[in-house]
């Protein structure tokens, strides 16, 4: 008996590999389609405009927000150990540094992640439970090509954008707080936070977002893409969606920085 418990539980896990070796087979192809697809007609371009607008714009007010009050907590957890060593000048480097290295680049991924990876698979989710994306394949149109590409397209060109504005606000909300509780200089702050950043610096900030918007972006379109089981099935891809982008991101990030930190 206990044998055969055993032998049962055993093949229980070889399904459960198997199930996710295919997943992630099915992640990748999709992955690769997506750009693929750029490569040859038709193209979607007023869906990729559609969603530009959608991913971009929209996530703008959050990113603003959030990148200001960073920066202005970054130098309230900094300011007392300048001000023992009497250092307040630093404020600027570290802050420049800390934002664009990479606070800017992973905040404001997870934030699109979280606000659009959820929204990408409970839209394709829908689209799939109420068989509009089989009415699609019956007229010939490929959802990959006019579903899938024109979202990570767009998540590839807005990603960096909203990270450089992150960057940018939360410069502000560093020399607001700076300015207020440290009693720096505006010349001061703003010379050295622009002298401290380097090309390395500006490169690992620009490379982070593009990897971080192909993660999240095919990672949502793939669990929407993927629903079963009705209504429940796009809440349980949702939520999927936003975990495992999110983690994807955190865990890309620290293999990304050491090798970046390494190139430059």
């Known amino acids: 008996m206990g044998t055969r418990t055993v032998s049962v539980s055993i093949a229980g896990v070889n399904e459960a590999l ?35 607008d ?35 000048a630093l404020t600027g480097d570290v802050v420049a540094i800390a934002l664009v290295r990479e606070l800017g680049p992973t905040i404001t991924a997870l934030l699109v992640a979280g606000r659009n990876a959820s929204g990408m698979a409970s839209e394709l989710g829908s689209m799939v439970v109420t068989e509009q994306v089989d009415a699609m394949r019956a007229m010939g149109t490929d959802p990959t090509r006019k579903l899938v590409t024109p979202r990570v397209v767009a998540t590839l060109i807005v990603l960096p954008l909203l990270t450089v504005i992150a960057d940018f606000v939360g410069l502000i909300g560093g020399f607001v707080v700076s300015h207020f509780e440290l009693r720096l ?30 993660l999240l972006s095919t990672i949502g379109c793939y669990f929407g893409l993927t629903v079963r089981g009705g209504t429940q099935g796009v809440g349980r891809a949702t939520t999927e969606a936003v975990v495992f982008s999110s983690v994807f991101i955190l865990v890309v990030n620290f293999f990304l920085t050491r090798l970046l930190l390494w190139i430059f």
């Open 18 to 52: 198997k199930r996710r070796i295919l997943e992630l087979q099915n992640y990748a192809l999709l992955s690769a389609r997506a750009l693929t697809n750029l490569l040859t007609g038709p193209r979607y371009l007023n869906d990729t405009l559609l969603q530009m």
């Open 54 to 88: 959608i991913i971009g714009v929209g996530s703008l007010p959050i990113v603003v927000l959030t990148g200001f009050f960073i920066g202005a907590v970054l130098v309230l957890q900094t300011a007392s150990q300048f001000e023992r060593f009497g250092q307040t």
């Open 185 to 214: 200089n505006p010349v001061q702050y703003w010379t050295r936070a622009i002298d401290a950043l380097e090309l390395g610096d500006i490169a690992q900030g620009l490379t982070k977002p593009v990897i971080f918007a192909y």
